[in-house]
């Protein structure tokens, strides 16, 4: 059985911020002006970083769902960031959902919220952030968000096939130095192509 392919492209905040000129010239007036609506810097490099991003390697017309999640005609993205990485989830096969957390452990009370009595129990050598950015790239994946009752979402496996609303999933889920990336596809199970970028492509 062949497996699909989802391209996933990373951008730290030092790479946008040492070629800032040439992140933003690629940008529209528009891009840019939201981008000078954060306080922080680093909010507003990393907002100029997705737009980047999705000027850069996604084809087609944007248009944004009711959901609020950015579509194209031609493909298929999903964009998350975190604290200093941004990153771009691009594939033909299907829906696809990508999260980017930062490790930090979770506090024990935000664990309790969102995982489920099993998932807590199931804890080994991953961390609570693990099933967490697990639980977001399916939620993303999905669609309409997360639910009210995020324990409801299923974390585990992750790396593997998840049934989820009716609808069959893959999600894999790296440790990638400083954060943990999840990425899942609707349909079909994939490979990942990963490349980290310099900001000046």
């Given at each position: 059985?062949?497996?699909?392919?989802?391209?996933v492209l990373l951008l730290d905040i030092k790479g946008i911020a040492d070629h800032r000129e040439s992140v933003v010239r690629l940008l529209s007036d528009e891009d840019i002006k939201a981008s000078d609506r954060y306080l922080k810097d680093s909010d507003k490099l990393l907002h100029l970083g997705s737009a980047y991003l999705k000027k850069k390697y996604v084809e087609g017309n944007i248009t944004i769902d009711s959901f609020g999640?950015?579509?194209?005609?031609?493909?298929?993205?999903?964009?998350?960031?975190?604290r200093d990485l941004v990153g771009i989830a691009i594939t033909q096969y299907g829906e696809v959902g990508l999260d980017i957390e930062n490790k930090e452990e979770l506090k024990d009370d935000v664990t309790a919220f969102c995982l489920s009595d099993y998932e807590i129990n199931e804890l080994g050598k991953e961390t609570a952030t693990e099933y967490f950015v697990s639980k977001?790239?399916?939620?993303?994946?999905?669609?309409?968000g997360l639910p009210n009752d995020i324990k409801s979402l299923p974390a585990l496996p992750l790396n593997g096939g998840v049934?989820?609303?009716?609808?069959?999933?893959?999600?894999?889920?790296?440790?990638?130095?400083?954060?943990?990336?999840?990425?899942?596809?609707?349909?079909?199970?994939f490979i990942t192509y990963k490349e980290e970028l310099e900001g000046n492509e």
């Amino acid at each position: 059985m062949s497996l699909e392919t989802v391209s996933v492209l990373l951008l730290d905040i030092k790479g946008i911020a040492d070629h800032r000129e040439s992140v933003v010239r690629l940008l529209s007036d528009e891009d840019i002006k939201a981008s000078d609506r954060y306080l922080k810097d680093s909010d507003k490099l990393l907002h100029l970083g997705s737009a980047y991003l999705k000027k850069k390697y996604v084809e087609g017309n944007i248009t944004i769902d009711s959901f609020g999640k950015p579509k194209s005609d031609r493909c298929f993205f999903n964009i998350s960031h975190s604290r200093d990485l941004v990153g771009i989830a691009i594939t033909q096969y299907g829906e696809v959902g990508l999260d980017i957390e930062n490790k930090e452990e979770l506090k024990d009370d935000v664990t309790a919220f969102c995982l489920s009595d099993y998932e807590i129990n199931e804890l080994g050598k991953e961390t609570a952030t693990e099933y967490f950015v697990s639980k977001e790239s399916l939620a993303k994946a999905e669609g309409s968000g997360l639910p009210n009752d995020i324990k409801s979402l299923p974390a585990l496996p992750l790396n593997g096939g998840v049934e989820y609303k009716g609808k069959k999933y893959f999600r894999h889920t790296v440790d990638n130095k400083s954060h943990y990336i999840s990425v899942t596809l609707e349909g079909a199970d994939f490979i990942t192509y990963k490349e980290e970028l310099e900001g000046n492509e």
